[in-house]
T-cell receptor
């Protein structure tokens, strides 16, 4: 069985500060890992994905995530937050016997001026 | 850029009523999904649909739920007799291929269902 835990339902950072959104996963098979972002009144948009090619994955809008098997983590980072990054971020795992994604609860990111 | 569209964006219904949530997946996609998110909880998988039949469903997807692709473009989720606990955001998604990690699922903006 697969599962995802996102630590922190709400993270607040100042503009220009480092963004760190945490995601830990559990999977009995080699996982595929994803980060999705949802801006207000919009759908879920793929930020980046890990598919075993490289442990450090770069996504859109300056975000990146590092797959750490020993820590079963896939934390999302961005060196410098921008006001436009304010959104809800979802970590998801796939690759199990079911062809679907297992999501975390989401982390709402607020960016203060 | 192609996108998944869902209508309505917000639906309010009385308990016990039937609702149909509508989705138009991306036109050349073959796999379709419904997910839901109860406020403050995880986004949960409901069902996947391929080749005009359900390919997988979760335990949430009981007899009160059904899906249909009535006309080759729309993909609908029907809830026969709504309960208060069905209040949630419902996301439709589609993908070109089976979700094996090399394929991206594209999501709609969601329909917020409120059962009163």
């Amino acid at each position: 069985a697969q599962s995802v835990t996102q630590l922190g339902s709400h993270v607040s950072v100042s503009e220009g500060a480092l963004v760190l959104l945490r995601c830990n996963y559990s999977s009995s098979v080699p996982p595929y890992l994803f980060w999705y972002v949802q801006y207000p009144n919009q759908g879920l948009q793929l930020l980046l994905k890990y598919t075993s090619a490289a442990t450090l994955v770069k996504g859109i809008n300056g975000f990146e995530a590092e797959f750490k098997k020993s820590e079963t983590s896939f934390h999302l980072t961005k060196p410098s937050a921008h006001m436009s990054d304010a959104a809800e971020y979802f970590c998801a795992v796939g690759g199990g016997s079911q062809g679907n994604l297992i999501f975390g609860k989401g982390t709402k990111l607020s960016v203060k001026p | 850029e192609p996108e998944v569209t869902q209508t309505p964006s917000h639906q309010v219904t009385q308990m016990g009523q039937e609702v149909i949530l509508r989705c138009v997946p991306i036109s050349n996609h073959l796999y379709f999904y419904w997910y839901r998110q109860i406020l403050g909880q995880k986004v949960e998988f409901l069902v996947s649909f391929y080749n005009n039949e359900i390919s997988e469903k979760s335990e949430i997807f009981d007899d009160q739920f059904s899906v249909e692709r009535p006309d080759g473009s729309n993909f609908t989720l029907k809830i026969r007799s709504t309960k208060l606990e069905d209040s949630a955001m419902y996301f439709c998604a589609s993908s070109a291929y089976y979700l094996d990690g090399n394929t991206e699922a594209f999501f709609g903006q969601g329909t917020r269902l409120t059962v009163v």
